[in-house]
C-alpha cells in the first residue's frame, strides 16, 4: 500500500537550517507531482511548495520563497525540504503528501483536496 514516512524534524533556534525527508513506498514515486503542507498551532493546514514528477518548476508560497527548497531523489523515492533561515512561525507540523492525479505530471498543486495520500507528520520547532 502507499506509505509516505517524513523524517528530520525537531528543535532549532531562529535562523538555524534543517532538512525534512519523506520516503515513498507502495507506487511509482517517479511518475507523480509532489509537495509540502504545514499546520501550525491554531492555524489550518497550508500548502508551502510542490514540485512536479520530473522536480523541476518548483512552487513556493511566498513565506518560503528563497528559505525552502523542495527536491526529490526518484532513485531514492525520497523527497526533501530544505529549510534555510529557519523564524519561529515556521514552527508546525509538516507533512508531505503525493498527488497521484496525474502520472508524469508536469505541474503541481497545494491544493490539499488534490493529494490522495499523506505521511503521518513530523513537528519542527522554532524556538530561542
Known amino acids: 500500500q502507499v506509505q509516505l514516512v517524513e523524517s528530520g524534524g525537531g528543535l532549532v533556534r531562529p535562523g538555524e537550517s534543517l532538512r525534512l525527508s519523506c520516503a515513498a513506498s507502495?507506487?511509482?514515486?517517479?511518475?507523480?507531482?509532489v509537495a509540502w503542507f504545514r499546520r501550525a498551532p491554531g492555524n489550518g493546514r497550508e500548502g508551502i511548495t510542490c514540485t512536479t514528477s520530473s522536480g523541476d518548476r518548483p512552487y513556493y508560497i511566498d513565506s518560503v520563497k528563497g528559505r525552502f527548497t523542495i527536491s526529490r531523489d526518484n532513485a531514492k523515492n525520497t523527497m526533501y525540504l530544505q529549510m534555510n533561515t529557519l523564524r519561529p512561525e515556521d514552527t508546525a507540523t509538516y507533512y508531505c503528501a503525493v498527488d497521484l492525479q496525474i502520472n508524469g505530471a508536469t505541474w503541481c498543486t497545494l491544493d490539499g483536496a488534490e493529494h490522495d495520500y499523506w505521511g503521518q507528520g513530523i513537528q519542527v520547532t522554532v524556538s530561542s
Open positions: 507502495g507506487f511509482t514515486f517517479k511518475d507523480y507531482a
